[in-house]
């Protein structure tokens, strides 16, 4: 979802970007990004899949069931062993086409782990994002944090990125201080974190994480480069904490339901995003209720009334 452009509480976001979908367009030293066509408000221009390697290759993100892309990927990997197909998070528009490439190519998919809310629903609680959500993933190999997959001149180490997804995960790509970043840190927005897929805490905890790394570029699931991550990562953060702050300014106001605050606090955001600028709302009220700031009648709700700790 995005925030805020040019604000003392946001990230520089950069919306420059060419798709050129269904083409295999250098990024790197060996490395391919391809668009898939299927822009919207939350995939921007569509979503990115990458090719890391030379001969021998592992593909990040295949994408969704799309058969231009799927077609797009083997024009671009003919005469290329596929070794590993690694998936960051388990949303349709990154994950499905896994199956069918490894059908094809004999590659291993890996990935974090099946598809699983960050949190148990809570009793009359339906998941909106479940319709969005791949909940027949399953990975060949399960990774861990610092797990490594590598292949013929690559090399890419697992970050374990929870926050989007509890089951999201970034890849470094060893000695060229390349991280792909998926849907957690993307240079033209910033990440939807919605319960109960996502949690806010565990988003915090994975930009932390990050930070105390040392990389040149990030490559997102959508949209163009992130640049400067030390810098960006520092914008999202204070963005975060802004939004935190707007929350509770919004409650010692007076504020106890979410769409009330959501009109105020998303008052210039595109009115389709507003649902998930409830959502994201929630998430932060999630995180608000666990350190003790704010007060609910029984657990976060998106129905719930709030009121100051």
Request: glycine residues 8%; hydrophobic residues 40%; proline residues 8%.
């Amino acid at each position: 979802m995005s925030g805020a452009r040019g604000t003392p509480d946001a990230p520089e976001f950069d919306l420059a970007f060419e798709p050129a979908h269904g083409q295999a367009v250098p990024v790197a030293e060996h490395v391919q990004r391809i668009t898939v066509n299927n822009p919207g408000p939350f995939t921007f221009h569509g979503t990115n899949s990458y090719i890391v390697g030379d001969r021998s290759v592992c593909v990040i993100d295949p994408g969704p069931e799309d058969e231009a892309h799927f077609a797009a990927l083997m024009t671009a990997l003919a005469g290329r062993e596929v070794t590993h197909i690694a998936v960051s998070h388990t949303h349709k528009d990154h994950s499905p086409l896994a199956r069918r490439l490894k059908a094809e190519t004999g590659a291993q998919i890996v990935a974090e782990g099946p598809h699983r809310p960050a949190r148990p629903l809570h009793e009359g609680e339906t998941n909106p994002f479940a319709e969005s959500s791949d909940v027949n993933f399953v990975p060949d190999i399960a990774l861990s944090e610092g797990d490594v997959v590598e292949g013929d001149g690559w090399r890419l180490t697992t970050i374990l990125t929870p926050g989007h997804t509890a089951n999201h995960a970034a890849f470094a790509l060893d000695d060229q201080g390349i991280v792909f970043s998926a849907d957690h840190v993307m240079a033209w927005a910033t990440s939807i974190v919605a319960p109960p897929d996502g949690a806010m805490g565990d988003y915090m905890a994975s930009l932390e994480r990050l930070l105390s790394r040392d990389d040149r570029v990030y490559f997102p699931g959508h949209g163009g480069p992130v640049k400067d991550p030390a810098a960006f990562l520092r914008g999202l953060r204070t963005h975060r904490r802004m939004r935190e702050r707007a929350v509770l300014e919004r409650i010692r106001a007076g504020d106890r339901l979410i769409p009330d605050m959501v009109k105020t606090i998303y008052a210039s955001t595109d009115p389709r995003l507003h649902g998930a600028a409830a959502l994201s709302v929630l998430a932060h009220l999630e995180d608000l209720v666990e350190k003790g700031q704010v007060e609910t009648d029984g657990p976060a709700r998106l129905s719930g009334v709030y009121r100051p700790a």
